[in-house]
């Protein structure tokens, strides 16, 4: 039960997570605050979630240091990171990632293809778990990259491409979204406080296999540049943060 079932968009957000007694840490003079790099290994602040088989999750060393590598096997298994944090405190969410291949059954527009060799999940709970809403992130297999629509079982959890299909599989891309300019256009209002970060590899619906790794995942104080906006569901012309390397 739980947070990645709500993601998932198949089950409810669990109230461990909108109860939970987050705390904002970090201080006024810090730009930027990093949630892990996994130079470490796998912090015990990222919980497992398994929901049909398990998808993978080790520490692997690559290039110059190491990473979270995922691999699934028609399996659907998450890590969530609980921190409560303002967005007008830390509007930027960074990361790198990398896919070794995309799903060729992958469809966001249909319950039966909402897989995916990478996404991760920003997560603002209410109180009234039916009403708690996420940005999901992904690694889109189809969906034109800089495009976003409502997930296929929930409408509340809004899919952003922010890269997709087959292009730079293989290769380590670097992201960057300022996810507060992102809320607004996604929801319409100013953001809540966040309660959670997420990411899952899964490939339970489309019975694939896939495998990512991902590293340096860290908000940030200040935005950097800016990039067009993302088009499709809900879009409006405010302008996003480039999710360009």
Partial sequence: MGFMRFVKGRWLLGLWLVWAPLVAEGSAEETFRLIDDFESGLSERWERRDFRGQTTYNIVAMDDGLCLMAKSEAAASGLIYRLRYDLTDYPILTWRWRVDNILARGDASRKEGDDYAA???????????????????????????????????????????????????????????????????????????????????????????????????????????????????????????????
């Fill in 119 to 245: 996404r991760i999940y920003v997560v603002f709970p209410h109180w009234i778990p039916l009403k708690t809403r996420s940005i999901n992130y992904i690694w889109a297999n189809r969906m034109p990259r800089g495009s976003h629509r409502p997930n296929a079982f929930y409408d509340k959890a809004v899919m952003v491409a922010v890269q997709s299909g087959a292009e730079n599989v293989g290769r380590w891309i670097t992201e960057r979204r300022n996810v507060f300019d992102d809320y607004w256009e996604l929801f319409g209002e100013a953001p809540p406080s966040v309660g959670a970060i997420a990411l899952m590899t899964d490939t339970d619906n489309t019975g694939e296999s896939a495998s990512a790794c991902y590293d340096d995942i860290r908000i940030e104080r200040r935005q950097v540049r800016r990039g067009p906006p993302v088009s499709g569901f809900f879009a409006n012309p405010r302008k996003k943060t480039d999710i360009s390397p």
